[in-house]
């Protein structure tokens, strides 16, 4: 899921190539991408697009007459940015929006059709999709700490939460707790001063350094490829790969959809976190260290 590199980096090429551009049409493939019925989206239909904004995860595009576009791009939801009038794929393309010499063009490369389009009239419409999720690069430490310490949940849930910080997702998440040197299970009530002014500056460092990354990656173009997974991460999709600092085995937890990603060595004084499904397969056996995991790996042929 785009989180918020991807996402900054999305609404800077839109402005680039589209601000104050005429919106002439939309074209929508698929009837379960729009969630709302009033007002119609033909309303849209030769306005002026005015302005972008994030809103949690979701991309807001301000035209004129107060109306905002909402786009929710879930997992796999993609932006591409074509030449006018180009038609939709069959198997992704969900929506297009042809402006006076562009189209941007909505594809979800997944067969569970998630992303979502909210046409609303107003800033109070607007502010009822808002999860309440604190900006994680504006929030000062005493305020961070206050929502931190709110709920009692893991670190992982607690930076993925959409009602407690805004845009931070399951990869950039991984890293901000390898950054932090601090367990992606630890309950959030239980952080001390100092591992809370440590995470803190965390989220700033990985959001920001990765935001420039990306920006220089896409060399100004409009962002084609957007992913979760790049080499240049510390843990985030690298199990089995040497962390960069300390040089042990990345390890993983998996659950569900999602895979946490974390370093024994740097993040949890070197425990293994019990995984799901290799907790189920070895019961009382399970590992306290990794020594005793790449074991069990050589003499019982686990993965």
């Not at 069959?90 to 929006?97: D, N, P, T």
């Not at 040089?247 to 019990?274: D, H, M, S, W």
Request: proline fraction near 5%; include cysteine; hydrophobic fraction near 40%.
């Amino acid at each position: 899921m785009p989180e918020y590199p991807d996402l900054t980096l999305y609404l800077e090429a839109v402005e680039q190539q589209l601000l104050g551009k005429t919106l002439e049409r939309v074209r929508i493939a698929s009837p379960f991408l729009l969630r709302t019925h009033d007002p119609k989206v033909t309303l849209l239909d030769g306005k002026a697009l005015t302005g972008t904004r994030r809103l949690g995860k979701r991309l807001v595009f301000v035209f004129e007459g107060e109306l905002f576009l909402v786009l929710h791009l879930m997992i796999a939801g993609r932006l591409r940015l074509r030449p006018k009038g180009e038609a939709l794929s069959r198997k992704v393309g969900l929506a297009a929006f042809d402006f006076s010499d562009a189209t941007l063009v909505l594809t979800e490369a997944s067969p569970k059709k998630r992303a979502s389009l909210h046409l609303l009239r107003g800033e109070a419409a607007l502010a009822e999709l808002d999860a309440g999720g604190l900006e994680p690069l504006s929030t000062p430490l005493p305020a961070f700490a206050e929502r931190m310490r709110s709920e009692n949940h893991t670190l992982k849930r607690s930076l993925t939460d959409p009602h407690l910080f805004a845009a931070i997702g399951n990869a950039y998440s991984d890293e901000i707790l390898h950054r932090a040197q601090l367990s992606p299970v630890q309950l959030s009530q239980r952080l001390d001063d100092a591992q809370l002014a440590r995470l803190h500056a965390a989220i700033r460092e990985v959001l920001e350094e990765w935001t420039e990354r990306l920006r220089k990656k896409s060399r100004g173009r409009f962002p084609e490829k957007v992913t979760a997974f790049h080499a240049e991460m510390a843990v985030h999709g690298k199990y089995g790969q040497p962390c960069p600092v300390c040089g042990t085995a990345v390890q993983r937890i998996r659950r569900a959809e999602n895979e946490v990603n974390y370093c024994p060595q740097c993040q949890t004084g070197g425990k293994l976190l019990a995984d799901r499904s290799l907790s189920r397969l070895l019961h009382e056996d399970w590992p306290e260290t990794l020594e005793e995991l790449e074991e069990l790996k050589r003499t019982r042929r686990i993965h």
